[in-house]
């Protein structure tokens, strides 16, 4: 047992494990409202927000996964950086449109907004139920950080009592979670952030001088994991499966339900565009971490006697917990490892929040208690949210790690499938809400069956077209038959003169904002 990692640690864990149930105290006008504790009254300014969606997107498992991808498979896992790149110039165009007709209409979810532009009940559910069993297994590999941040420290019994700190952690979440609602995270990510960004700064400065600077890293990694093996014949190879990982996962990322609720809870229009312009500093540190994985490789932690136990448990996901011990003090070891939970916390309570909001207004009121009042949708979604929890952590102790990675791997390839509804539906009502939900069951079948097809081991799928093989994102290539199917048959809908069904919505719906102010200005008066 690190003692002394364990003791920072925990002072560590303790401070944030504060700073979440204060949170319940932060300019809250109540939390018995849904708006109040799933999206803490839309009231989030530049600063807020910036640090929210940061905390959100940029989560435990990235800085333990991305790193590890380039540790195991080389230059692959730097697709994670073009494709944070793209995204934000997209949601910068698109989603303050979501922004401001939720706004307008009170829409709590991105299935709310559906279930209003189509008239479908149905395909708001399709789109709920794919966020939330999408967002279950993230929020389970959410636990990976804290898992073997934990077990790096000593805990590395097995069952229940090997788990017992894993669900101290998150009883502590759910409880300031149930308490403060999504103020709780907002927080927290203040933290979370600056610890992170303490600790990369010195895994740049203080690795590098251990391990003769950055050229002899470079020169210590095999040629195979530094640049992508280029095509052979008619098969693309990597680069390929590169371009289409980045595309498909930038489309992707701002689909899932905790990114929507980071984007809504924003006071206006202008907070969402100034985070796009800001939020690309993030990917500067994205870069940096994964560069933590040729680091590790250098390091040659893996051939390390003192670290075989804990590769055979956790793969190569231990790779950068063996870096931060090989290099680090103990009591930095504490910090650092306190980055990696935490930085699992604020991603977690926001998920979980999100699915919440989903099942209360798109399952428990649309179809159990359609006169549901404000307080009864608020419990309800607390409590769904605790349950949420349970259940993600039901994966990490009662099933091999594996079967989360399986369905996570699944989670993009199956959010990505709600892009034509609400992506498009932002623009124009064109495609028929029939034939959405017939893409929508294309795209969820075909993107499933060629994951399956790996063994669940990879979301790459080589696609055969004549004599060329063109390996790429299975997420990208269902999304495509996802449109297709939906184009013909909202082309066949309409000349059969299918009801479309009503639209509550106006063009002036998606452009409306309140009061904008400067980036350098006071916020707005309501604003936190």
């Known amino acids: 047992m690190n003692w002394t990692a364990l003791s920072v640690f925990i002072v560590l864990f303790t401070a944030v494990a504060v700073l979440g149930f204060m949170a319940a105290r932060w300019n809250s006008s109540g939390l018995d409202h849904l708006e109040e504790w799933g999206l803490a009254g839309r009231r989030f ?22 790193p590890a991808l380039v540790f ?25 449109r979501l922004w401001s007709v939720s706004r307008r209409h009170g829409y709590v979810t991105a299935s ?26 993230y929020i389970a590999l959410q636990l990976v950080g804290i898992q073997v941040s934990i077990g790096a420290m000593g805990f590395t019994g097995t069952g229940l009592l090997g788990a017992l700190p894993l669900i101290v952690a998150f009883a502590v979440l759910a409880a300031y979670d149930y308490s403060a609602g999504l103020r709780a995270p907002a927080l927290i990510a203040f933290a979370k952030d600056t610890l992170i960004y303490i600790v990369i700064i010195a895994a740049i400065i203080v690795i590098p001088s251990q391990l003769g ?17 280029p095509p052979v014949g008619g098969n693309l ?3 390929s499966a590169y371009a289409t990982l980045a595309l498909g996962s930038a489309l992707a990322l701002f689909l899932y339900p905790h990114s929507v609720t980071g984007l809504l ?49 956790y793969g190569t996901n231990f790779a950068v917990p063996a870096l931060l011990l090989k290099s680090f003090p103990s009591w930095f070891v504490g910090v650092s490892f306190a980055a990696i939970a935490i930085g699992a916390l604020v991603p977690a309570a926001i998920m979980s929040i999100a699915s919440a909001n989903l099942f209360t207004r798109n399952i428990f009121k649309e179809y159990l208690k359609p006169n549901a ?91 055969h077209l004549s004599s060329l093989t063109i390996p790429g994102y299975a997420a ?21 003169k299918a009801p479309a069904g009503v639209d509550p919505t106006v063009p002036t719906d998606y452009v409306h904002d309140v009061v904008e102010t400067s980036v350098l200005s006071a916020e707005p008066t309501g604003e936190i």
């Open 373 to 463: 009042t404000p307080r009864q949708e608020a419990s309800t979604a607390k409590f769904v949210s605790l349950l949420i929890k349970v259940g993600a952590l039901a994966f990490i102790i009662f099933l091999p790690l594996q079967y989360a990675i399986q369905l996570q791997l699944l989670g993009g390839v199956w959010i990505i499938q709600t892009l034509p509804p609400v992506v498009v539906g932002l623009y124009t009502r064109w495609l028929h809400r029939w034939a959405l939900i017939a893409g929508w069951v294309i795209g969820m079948g075909w993107g499933t069956w060629m994951v399956a097809t790996t063994g669940f081991t990879s979301t790459t799928y080589a696609l």
């Open 45 to 66: 300014g530049t600063i807020v927000t910036w640090f929210l969606l940061g905390g959100d997107l940029y989560t435990a498992y990235t800085f333990v996964a991305v």
């Open 265 to 313: 809870s924003a006071s206006n229009r202008g907070v969402i565009k100034r985070n796009m312009a800001l939020l690309p500093a993030y990917s500067l540190v994205l870069a940096l971490i994964a560069f933590l994985g040729y680091m590790a490789l250098a390091a040659g932690v893996q051939q390390d006697p003192q670290f075989a136990t804990y590769f055979k448990q």
């Open 72 to 96: 195991g498979a080389g230059a692959i896992g730097f697709f994670a950086l073009p494709y944070t790149l793209i995204v934000y110039p997209f949601v910068f165009l698109v989603f303050p």
């Open 112 to 137: 709310d907004f559906v279930r209003a532009r189509y008239d479908s009940g149905l395909l708001a559910l399709a789109v709920a139920i794919t966020g939330i069993i999408a967002t279950v297994p």
């Open 237 to 239: 190879g990597l680069y």
């Open 476 to 496: 990208l290539y269902s999304l495509t038959a996802n449109f297709i199917v939906s184009i013909v048959l909202t082309v066949v809908f309409n000349a059969m």
């Open 213 to 229: 600077g950055y050229a002899h890293i470079f020169a210590a990694v095999p040629r195979d994991k530094l640049l992508l093996k």
